[in-house]
């Protein structure tokens, strides 16, 4: 569903925002409609992407070619690749308390093996 379409109550205990979906023009107004859906105390999981490797020859093997297309579609669609640290600054902005960046296990088919955990503060 869009979130957009949400109830004007605070409903959920959790949510995971998927930011590569949301261009830059909208990313507030989603992170507003975030803050507004989760319950004080709520949490808000956000994956992140991998960061490319650096050197040629790593950028060459498969992870590497997934990780310059996945940018490159990203860059497509007006999505920003954050890493950590700028996307604890825009959801800080947007109400949220930053709790931790954390490493997840990742499957074959996954974007990402870190996702930044924040809440919605409880006053």
């Known amino acids: 569903m869009d979130a957009r379409d949400l109830a004007d109550e ?11 979906f949301f261009p830059t023009a909208s990313r507030q107004a989603v992170l507003k409609v975030l803050h507004r859906a989760l ?3 709520g949490y808000l ?12 020859e790593a950028r060459r093997e498969a992870e590497g070619r997934s990780a310059t ?11 920003p690749v954050l890493n950590a640290s700028e996307l604890q600054a825009e959801v800080e902005a ?7 960046s954390m490493s997840v296990p990742s499957g074959p ?3 990402t093996r ?9 006053r």
């Open 10 to 20: 605070a409903a959920f205990d959790s949510a995971q925002w998927s930011q590569f």
């Open 39 to 41: 319950k004080p105390g």
């Open 45 to 56: 999981f956000m994956p992140l992407l991998g960061s490319v490797p650096t050197t040629t």
């Open 69 to 79: 297309v996945q940018r490159l579609l990203f860059h497509s669609w007006g999505v």
């Open 94 to 100: 947007g109400g949220f308390e930053v709790i931790r």
């Open 109 to 111: 088919l996954a974007l």
């Open 114 to 122: 870190e996702v930044v955990l924040a809440r919605r503060p409880l």
